[in-house]
């Protein structure tokens, strides 16, 4: 009697996680069908896979707490100042659709007057940083996904214990999983010694616990430095050095970052906080409500901040966008790119009408995985007209849309459903010939140390390889 209730509870459970995998709300067709074949082919792994990856919630507190932060959060469109600021900006008709998109994620309108510099490689941004922070006069705040205790990331640390002591409030957050040796090491303690304020982002320092009440491999990628109110900072690069020793058989990291000075810093300030106080039982909702300073002529900015405590379609919206909205060039360098049918379809779609259509992908991916979703793609999209390249001189994890000669996305977001359901991430679009015409001569340099992909190269691909790469790709919306 016992085996035979067993098996019925089993049974019960097994068809009742099959009925949920269908009936959750917010999941595409395929990830529904990926997840009922896991279950049932794999009947007790399917189910701890299902409890532990099926679902992308990141735990009810945290949701509530994460609401509860932003309801107390006041618009940035409202600090004062803010019409002399020039947040009001002209935008041509043909591009107006792109920051609506844009502002329908965050409600952060598009902001003029802002001026900005295509950083000249990771250790230009990092000397950057360090020399913002010591001109630092009121605070300095930081978010991280990956900080390394290697030279970049110590001498960060030194101008941080540094501005603590001359009376700078410096507020430095970072991933717990993505930051963990950081974390575990003395630099950490001595920063919170020095008076620096330091936080942990997504612990997970009880996993299986965690587990119970939301997912752990939800993390927070965003790269984020605000300095003053005024300077910011935004694209792909990690708070480490190019060698990555951590992954350092796929070195030089090949990173991109902006940096901004003027009101686009007080939306990235405004994501800041809202990662802060989810964490730290403080307010700094004051600094949002500060003057903004008086306007200036300059570029047209929008910060686009997504994560899994918002609609999980945001990100691969803005990125379709984008592709439909390109009439002569676009141009995208991604690390990762596992997309959905809709993101696929609509880079396809970039090249059928016309459109100058290139996308550079790292040769050596850190992860196998990955690589191998990402190139089971390349078929359709050479076939469509896509030009594809494997970047050769490192790991180019710079991710950046060009479109057009005057438009450009950059920030930590990839082409990928972790980026798109699981990760917090942030982005900078901005509307602006020269700027882009900065990044786009930094995509061509990628394109120099580039081999194309054509169609030939992927038809000669083994049976074995291609088996391999299909297969992962299927399992993409499960992982």
Known sequence: MSITLAMASFFLIHFGLILRAILRPNREPASRMAWVVVIVALPVAGIVAYLLLGETSIGRRRVARMRAVLARLPDVALAPGAEAANSHPEIADRYLHLFRAGQSVNGFEPVGGNRAQLMADSNATIAAIVEDIDAARENVHLCFYIWLPDGNGLRVVDALKHAAARGVTCRVMADALGSRIMMGSVQWRAMREAGVHVASTLPIDHPLLRSLFGRIDLRNHRKIVVIDNHITYCGSQNCADPEFRIKAKYAPWVDAMVRFEGPIARQNQHLFASDWMAEVDEDITDLLRQDLPPGAPGLTAQVIGTGPTMRYTAMPEVFATLMYSARRELVITTPYYVPD?????????????????????????????????????????????VRIFEYRGGLLHTKSVTLDGEITLIGSANMDRRSFELNYENNILFCDPALTADVRQRQQAYLAQSLPVSAEVVAGWSLGRQLWNNSIAMLGPVL
């Open 341 to 385: 049918e809709s993101l696929q379809e609509a880079l396809c779609a970039s090249a059928r009408r016309g459109v100058a259509t290139t996308i550079i992908f790292p040769e050596r991916n850190d992860s196998f995985i990955v690589a191998a979703a990402s190139r089971s793609y390349y078929g359709g999209l050479l076939e469509a007209g």
